[in-house]
């Protein structure tokens, strides 16, 4: 998949980086299918079972931010370690669960171990390759089993519950740990920490409270019939832990360094990020729940239809790492945001004329595939670009939590637009607000990237420290 070949160590600590962000975006969306299954089995509430969904990407977004400062104090090396044996012993618990609420810990447990694995591969990444092709080649290839393992999880799901109990959906974690960790090896055993400054404890419990507490709101106005003292209990959560992490910005050591927040492809890969999840990100609950209340879909035929979207997935990842260095960022990234919105409105044409599979929800799936595949390698690519080399895992956590803070939003909205029980019209409406969504991030690419060229930042010689720089025209 890369352009040329990687050497090969390079090829095996990317097997292990690669392997991480397959395994985090697995466990994302692969319950969505077996979701039927778990709460027949366990006796789940109907109130109670969209948080084997929701206490995943809650502890996912909310301590993503503490992941970042952790790899940078500790060392990437150590944090991707821990998040792994800690995914693993969760995933462990989660298969073993004897009631609801022991499966949600478990997989509060794995958010957790989510939030300290995509910071850590991300500083590993930016450590071992620097910037330029090397680096772009290689976020290509871990953004393809990024983005790929989003469409990858209900077709998994679907095929597990064929021939399996829901409970596999959890043990199939085992080998992809054990495999990332064979092939990490002593590349990531000896990787150094960074200077020993004390963690931000305030400031960190702060962001953490605030995410949590803001997702948690935004979780439960999702739902039919929110449970309002629920809301107003997050939000008053929010807003004091927000006002201690702005007050612990301004201190001498803030959560975020504050040269950080001035890197412009951050900020604009934060933006992106956000409209990214909340437009493609949606898309995957959108069209399962379409294929299965409204076509009447099983779980495995649910599972197939996600096949041709996966691999469009895949194409639009290589097709963004061959062209990050040569054509401009601004212009890659519009290019992938429209080509996506074009594909959600395909599928909005083809569930509003009610056509079948092959002549309309295909070409749809295979567009928005290309587009979003895009998105996803030439976001990354442009927030980890200019970062400087010690803040390399905060700046990338901050991306994904942009990406997720996005999709819990956007989700809360798509379910207030199409209510309790969807119907056709309901869909055609919510698939059109995410070809909007999709849409509105080309612009803000192409405008907010122009002050920065959206060119490939300069190479800094191994003998000179890294530093922060804006790409100019070559």
């Keep these: 998949m890369p352009v040329s070949p990687l050497p090969t160590p390079g090829a095996r600590l990317l097997t292990a980086l690669a392997g991480a962000q397959l395994l985090v975006a697995l466990d994302f969306s692969i319950i969505y299918v077996a979701l039927p299954d778990i709460g027949a089995s366990l006796h789940f509430s109907a109130v109670a079972l969209q948080w084997i969904v929701s206490a995943y990407a809650i502890f996912f977004a909310g301590f993503l931010l503490l992941g970042g400062q952790l790899a940078d104090v500790f060392g990437a090396g150590r944090v991707y370690l821990t998040a ?65 393992g989003l469409a990858l999880g ?57 995410v949590v507490a803001l997702v948690l709101a935004c979780t439960e106005l999702s739902r039919a019939r929110p449970s309002l003292p629920v809301v107003a209990a997050a939000l008053a959560v929010t807003i004091p832990a927000g006002a201690l992490l702005a007050l612990g910005q301004r201190r001498r050591r803030p959560l975020v360094p504050r040269a950080l927040l001035r890197v412009r492809t951050l900020q604009v890969a934060c933006l992106v990020a956000a409209l990214y999840m909340a437009s493609f990100g949606a898309e995957f609950y959108l069209v399962t729940l379409y294929l299965q209340d409204v076509r009447d879909y099983s779980a495995f035929a649910a599972g197939l239809a996600f096949l041709p979207l996966a691999g469009a997935i895949t194409v639009g990842n290589t097709v963004a790492g061959r062209l990050a260095g040569r054509l401009p960022l601004r212009r890659l990234l519009s290019t992938a945001f429209l080509t996506g919105a074009a594909g959600l409105v395909v599928l909005a044409l083809a569930v509003g004329a009610e056509a079948g599979y092959l002549p309309a929800i295909l070409p749809g799936l295979l567009l928005s595939g290309l587009g979003q595949g895009m998105a996803f390698t030439g976001m990354f690519i442009t927030g980890t670009r200019d970062l400087p080399q010690a803040s390399n895992a905060t700046g990338s956590a901050l991306v994904t939590t942009a990406q997720y803070l996005g999709g819990s939003l956007g989700l809360a909205l798509l379910v207030l637009f199409h209510g309790e029980q969807p119907a056709t019209a309901d869909f055609v409406r919510t698939f059109c607000v995410t070809a909007v969504i999709a849409a509105a991030a080309a612009p803000s690419a192409l405008f907010l990237l122009t002050r920065t060229g959206g060119q490939p930042a300069p190479v800094s010689r191994p003998d000179q420290p890294s530093q922060h720089r804006t790409g100019g025209h070559r």
């Design 84 to 148: 792994q044996l800690l995914f693993a012993a969760s995933s462990v618990g989660a298969a073993l669960s004897p009631s609801a609420a022991v499966l949600i810990a478990a997989r509060v447990g794995q958010g957790v171990a989510a939030a300290l694995l995509v910071p850590a591969t991300l500083g590993l990444l930016s450590s071992a390759y620097p910037a330029g092709p090397a680096r772009d080649r290689a976020v290509s290839v871990w953004g393809t089993t990024g983005a790929v």
């Design 154 to 210: 209900v077709t998994a799901g679907g095929g597990i519950l064929a021939v399996a109990s829901w409970q596999w959906i959890f043990w199939i974690n085992l080998p992809i740990v054990v495999v990332c960790l064979l092939a990490a090896g002593n590349a990531v055993r000896s990787t150094t920490a960074g200077p020993r400054a004390p963690v931000a404890a305030v400031a960190t419990c702060s962001a953490c409270a605030a």
